[in-house]
């Protein structure tokens, strides 16, 4: 096997990405697999995706990257939810990669296994959220989902997490042997300025497990600092009761969506990002806010205690602390430098996009001398 390889990303929501056209669907898995795309196009590897439906043609080459569409629309009947496999694999075929990877379970995760093991073609399966690896989320799954996800996991010849608590996880629920590979993020040149009044920030998809509730309610308590939150509408009754409650709080902005572009720019000036989240597996925002120097402050996800360890903001862990955390860091401008500082050293150490790849063409390569099981 030459040293370049062909692989396939298969991932419904990554056209917007990789199309930069408006759509609100894209989120932090699609972004990974977006800044991977380009490192490895960079390195003369051939790349393709299979993306869903966003009413674009059925194949497209957009600087070289390969796009194919594979993904039936979401409001499928029960004909065309059989056809749609059959297909799919019927395209798997025709693009005839080395290599096919897959983030977090689909149903159609199982077929690109299966495929794989009889095609004797390497499947890579890469996690998402730490739900996945606990019981209650994998019950929340429903029955069929979760075989599938099972099965998906033992069919990969890589399996790949985040963290260290989903290495745990994937070999005590699966008995599967996974790669930590950790996210990657761009470093820019610019770097946070500090002034006087800080923004407090939160950016993410307006979900309940994210809990953007308590960040109304922070902004609510601490009235004499800005407060911005920038999330796209996914279950729009939730959506729509959030809206109404922030509608009355004078220091708070509602963005509802802003191109990955436009978010950047805000991370140049003087941030706190807070997280409220019940889990999370590890998030990008984290990585965005501390490579253009900024801190950051956690109701409940740190991921392997980045935070903690390496001083790169505050893991609260209860709402009271979180107040007193916040209150802290927006009154000392030093305390903001340094955490942010510290961020910035963090990512390029750790999730440079150099160093990430490198990791992961290493481990598609030594799979390349591994025989296909």
């Known amino acids: 096997m030459s040293k370049n390889f062909k692989i396939c990303f298969i991932s419904r929501q990554a056209y917007p990405y990789l199309s930069k056209e408006n759509h609100y669907s894209a989120g932090g898995s699609e972004l990974q697999e977006t800044l991977l795309t380009k490192e490895l196009l960079k390195r003369e590897n051939k790349v393709s995706f299979i993306v869903g439906d966003y009413g674009q043609d059925g194949y497209t080459v957009i600087d070289d ?18 056809l749609e496999p059959i297909y799919f694999w019927r395209l798997l075929s025709k693009i005839n990669a080395d290599v096919y990877y897959r983030r977090t379970p689909h149903d159609l995760t199982f077929i690109i296994g299966l495929f794989c093991k009889l095609k004797r073609k390497k499947f890579i399966f890469a996690a998402g959220s730490d739900t996945h690896f606990q019981k209650e989320g994998l019950s929340n799954m429903g029955l069929v989902s979760r075989i599938n996800y099972r099965l998906s996991s033992k069919l990969s010849h890589i399996f790949i997490v985040q963290n260290s608590f989903q290495k745990e996880k994937a070999k005590e629920l699966f008995g599967k042997e996974a790669v930590v590979i950790k996210n990657l993020m761009d470093i820019p040149k610019e770097i946070s300025s500090k002034k006087d009044n800080p923004l407090v920030l939160f ?29 796209p509408c996914n279950e729009k009754g939730y959506y729509n009761s959030l809206k109404e ?5 004078q220091n708070l ?9 436009k978010i950047l720019e805000l991370y140049k000036k003087d941030i706190i990002l807070v997280n409220a989240s019940k889990f999370e597996g590890f998030p990008n925002t984290f990585l965005e806010a501390w490579s253009y120097g900024n801190p950051v402050v956690s109701l409940n996800v740190d991921p392997d205690e980045v935070i903690c360890k390496y001083k790169l903001g505050y893991h609260s862990k209860s709402y009271s602390k979180m107040i007193e955390d916040l209150t802290k860091i927006i009154e000392n401008k030093n305390l903001r430098k340094e955490f942010g500082l510290n961020g910035r050293k963090y990512v390029k150490d750790n999730h ?13 390569q030594n799979s390349f001398k591994e025989p296909n099981k």
């Open 352 to 364: 440079s996009i150099e160093k990430i790849v490198d990791e992961f063409e290493e481990l598609i």
């Open 253 to 261: 902005t509602f963005c509802d969506f802003l191109l990955r572009e």
């Open 203 to 231: 950016v993410g998809s307006i979900l309940e497990y994210k809990q953007p509730e308590i960040f109304i309610e922070l902004a609510n308590t601490i009235k004499d600092t800005k407060f911005y939150i920038i999330g």
């Open 65 to 82: 990257l390969e796009i194919y569409k594979g993904f039936f629309s979401y409001n499928k009947g029960l004909i065309s939810k059989f």
């Open 245 to 249: 409650k922030a509608s009355g709080i």
